[in-house]
């Protein structure tokens, strides 16, 4: 069989390439291991309104829930808040996100394969040129791949695999009680080293609760998460796991015929861990690139590399800026997470983070990360809690 675009993985970064590739005429066809789109889910489904007007999708059946804003939770239960006037994020039924996403690409001409698992690269004279799995095998002049945070065929193909890779896992509880509009975010290195955990409503009684975590079993720390924020283990879906991206982009994401997006690529929020919107982005913008390799009929490296240029042009600054938040957060324990609450508990900073929460933007994080840091106030209780040490990286933070 022969494409002229192959995607591996019908994730939200493989179906958004698979879309923009075909509706600039290109001949697509999407390769899914599972037998069903979205299924299992992969993450928590929070994605912000603005981020999915980025991407141009309008709200549908998907969404279950908006928040307003956040609570956050030291170890020893110090606990802050920050509401906007206006929704700012959607909770998502993700099967039902990625199926709305396969039926766009579909509609644009798209074909998608389910049960179809890539198991390695077709290879002519240095360049990629196809793939093939169990009883298939695809030629393609180009390639995207979309695999998600396993990387096993990019790093087949000689690229890095993402760094700050975490083991997550996802339950909904039902039957308990939780604000509507506010997502909680648990801070502990003993709960949840290299991240956090959430609760994320789905209304009033049910709710989205997972972790991720650098070390250890993450469903026997969610258990003790959810005996400590209940009050005793409610009873739960099946959980679903996943691994959670932090390390900011791998230092290539093309090849002669192969383009990599999404977490393959590392293109994920450093400070969360979050990847369908920037993810998204990227995807765009390599089906994109690939459907003009065609046109102009050269899927050289030396062409596909404009993919490279135009998303660090565009998102370059914001993955830099988080992970250099990222590292700093990595370095508090639990002491200094407690002592960074209650001095900015002492401060009376909750409007300032409300304000930032109201006027920033969830995906792209460099701008309030520096409005923040700008603040006297916040940036000498930062100081205090991260030490001399971390000087120069918080200029770095706030230089254009």
């Known amino acids: 069989m022969r494409v002229e675009v192959a995607v591996v993985g019908a994730g939200p970064a493989g179906l958004l390439a698979a879309w923009e590739a075909a509706r600039r005429g290109a001949s697509v066809s999407v390769y899914e291991e599972h037998p069903t789109i979205g299924e299992p889910p992969h993450c928590a489904g929070l994605l912000s309104i603005r981020g999915l007007r980025r991407l141009g999708i309008e709200p549908g059946e998907f969404i279950l829930n908006e928040v307003r804003g956040c609570r956050l939770i030291s170890p020893s239960g110090i606990t802050l808040e920050a509401w906007g006037e206006r929704a700012k994020a959607y909770v998502i039924d993700r099967p039902r996100f990625d199926g709305a996403l396969a039926e766009r690409a579909e509609g644009e001409g798209a074909s998608i394969e389910t049960s179809r698992r890539v198991m390695r690269w077709l290879h002519d004279d240095g360049r990629i040129a196809g793939l093939s799995g169990v009883d298939f095998e695809v030629e393609a002049l180009v390639s995207i791949d979309a695999e998600g945070a396993s990387s096993l065929l990019s790093t087949q193909a000689g690229l890095e695999r993402p760094g700050g890779l975490l083991g997550g896992v996802n339950v909904e509880v039902e039957g308990v009680d939780v604000d509507a509009d506010l997502v909680e975010l648990w801070f502990s290195g003993q709960l949840a080293p290299g991240l956090f955990a959430w609760v994320i409503p789905l209304d009033g009684l049910r709710a989205r609760c997972g972790l991720a975590a650098s070390s250890g079993q993450p469903y026997e720390r969610l258990r003790l998460f959810l005996s400590r924020r209940f009050g005793g283990e409610p009873g739960h879906s099946r959980p679903w796991r996943g691994v959670v991206v932090t390390g900011g982009p791998i230092p290539r994401t093309y090849l002669d015929g192969l383009l990599v997006v999404g977490d393959a690529a590392g293109q994920t929020k450093p400070t969360t861990g979050g990847g369908v919107i920037l993810g998204g982005l990227c995807a765009l913008e ?51 997470l407690d002592e960074l609450f209650k001095a900015l508990k002492e401060a009376e900073l909750e409007a300032l983070l409300t304000r ?32 001399r040490v971390a000087l120069s990286e918080l200029r770095s933070l706030l230089n254009p």
């Not at 993919?307 to 002491?335: H, I, P, Q, V």
């Not at 006027?359 to 209780?381: K, S, T, Y």
């Open 356 to 387: 930032l929460v109201e006027e920033g933007d969830m995906d792209m994080q460099r701008a309030v990360i520096r409005r923040a840091l700008r603040d006297r106030r916040l940036l000498g209780v930062a100081m205090r809690v991260l030490g």
């Open 286 to 336: 390599a089906g994109r690139v690939a459907a003009d390799a065609l046109s102009l009929g050269d899927p050289s490296a030396g062409f596909l590399q404009r993919y490279e240029s135009t998303w660090k042009s565009m998102l370059g600054g914001e993955f830099s800026s988080m992970s250099l938040a990222r590292r700093l957060m990595n370095r508090l324990g639990d002491r200094d």
